[in-house]
């Protein structure tokens, strides 16, 4: 398992929503935040992410990330595809990952 972070800028005058991710090189992956309950640290999956127009949304640690699963081989470029709901897909390229 490992984790992915990323900046994503909308620059459109219509929000997107991103609904998924997927890779060929991973099993599953999911979109999660960071939550602080009472002291205590915690990460809570989401079915959604809202990029306001005109806005962009941070995945960092601490914050929203990607949790990446099944990942046997992390060596060169590692593709990750957005999907949104309105039926776009955009594929980023991370060039780092750690296992």
């Given at each position: 398992m490992t984790v992915a972070y990323f900046?994503?800028?909308n620059p459109s005058a219509e929000a997107l929503t991103i609904s998924g991710a997927e890779s060929t090189r991973a099993d599953a992956i999911?979109?999660?935040?960071?939550?602080?309950t009472d002291g205590?640290?915690?990460m809570r999956?989401?079915?959604e992410v809202?990029?306001?127009a005109g806005e962009r949304v941070v995945f960092a640690p601490g914050g929203h990330h990607l949790m990446?699963?099944?990942v046997t081989d992390?060596?060169?470029?590692f593709p990750i595809t957005l999907s949104f709901t309105n039926g776009k897909r955009i594929t980023a390229v991370f060039s780092k990952l750690a296992l």
């Open positions: 900046v994503l800028a999911e979109m999660h935040t960071t939550i602080l205590n640290t915690a999956r989401l079915t809202e990029v306001p990446v699963f099944g992390i060596d060169g470029p």
